[in-house]
Each structure stands twice: as C-alpha cells, then as structure tokens.
C-alpha cells in the first residue's frame, strides 16, 4: 500500500505520517530529508528532483512488497498525479490524506514555534506557507484537521478513516 501524505507545512503531516510509519514498520521517505541531502551535496537545484527521487525509492520500495509512508507537500496536481501513477503502475493500492489546520491562529503558531529536525534545514516563514502554491483537490482523499486535536487524537481519527478505506477497498477486491 501506498499512503500519500499532503499538506502545508505546520499542518502536522509529518508528525502524523512518521508514527503511521513506525506503526506499520512501513518505508518512510520525507522530501525534507531528500532535498536537504540534496542541498548538503551541492546537487538541489529548486526544482522536482526531490520528488523524483522520492517516486523512485517508492517504487522500489513497493516492488519489495513493503508499504510506503510519503511525506510530501504534494501541492499541484502534477504531483499527485505522479504518485498515483506510481502506485498504479505497480497494480499497487493507495490512499490520498490531507492534513490541514483549520485554525489559522494555530497553524501560524505551529510554524512560528517549530524547530528543525533535520541538521541544516531551514524552515519556511509563515509568510511562504501562506503564499505557496497549494491547488484545490479534485477528487476524494482522507482528510484530517489537526487544528483542535492531539497528535494522539490525530493519528486515532486517521486509523480509524485508514480502516475504512481498507473495508472499502475489501469490499471492492472481493467483488471483482
């Protein structure tokens, strides 16, 4: 299975999708990680290869029959589209979830307050999470809104909206 993570910076998208990870002992791959790699090798250039390598390590992940936990902003259409063709190729089930945080007063807290967790990564401004571009969803994804919630009560609402998915998806395979 594929779990593809979307969401602003400060939304909680990578706290949430590191613990699914660790539940599911699935591969974790996080495009903060790869870019800032990137970056430490003098080979970031600001544009998709961070992605790229990320669709790349996925597939490969996926081949080996592990899941996949992918932690991305996955903020336009393309680049949701390319992971989806990345699960599809591979006949390779997947699940979209946003994370949000409806409250603006928190999210700019969250993204005010935040430390770095990766040595030398520089973290966004509110003022470029606000202006990045982010397109509207055009197809039915998980959502869940961190804004007025634990970490904890978080990841209980995205289990229980994973398990319904999985019911769904069930009851889909067992009818082809």
């Not at 002992?25 to 961070?50: F, H, I, K, N, S």
């Not at 089930?93 to 993204?111: A, G, K, L, N, T």
Request: hydrophobic share 40%; aromatic share 8%; with cysteine.
């Amino acid at each position: 299975m594929l779990y593809i993570f979307s969401g602003l910076p400060g939304t909680g998208k990578s706290t949430l999708s590191s613990a699914l990870a660790r539940e599911l002992q699935a591969a974790y791959l996080r495009v903060d990680v790869v870019e800032q790699a990137m970056r430490v090798a003098g080979t970031w250039d600001d544009g998709p290869a961070g992605y790229i390598v990320c669709y790349a390590i996925a597939s490969q992940n996926l081949r080996l029959g592990l899941d996949v936990i992918a932690d991305t902003v996955n903020p336009i259409h393309e680049t949701r589209q390319a992971w989806r063709s990345v699960a599809e190729s591979l006949e390779t089930p997947f699940v979209e979830i946003e994370v949000i945080c409806s409250d603006d007063r928190e999210h700019r807290h969250r993204v005010e307050t935040r430390a770095a967790d990766i040595p030398g990564f520089v973290l966004p401004t509110w003022e470029k999470v606000r202006n990045r571009q982010y397109d509207v969803w055009d197809r039915d994804h998980i959502i869940i809104d961190t804004a007025h919630q634990t970490a904890a009560e978080s990841l209980m609402t995205l289990r229980e909206l994973l398990e319904r998915e999985r019911r769904k998806f069930n009851g889909l395979s067992e009818r082809t």
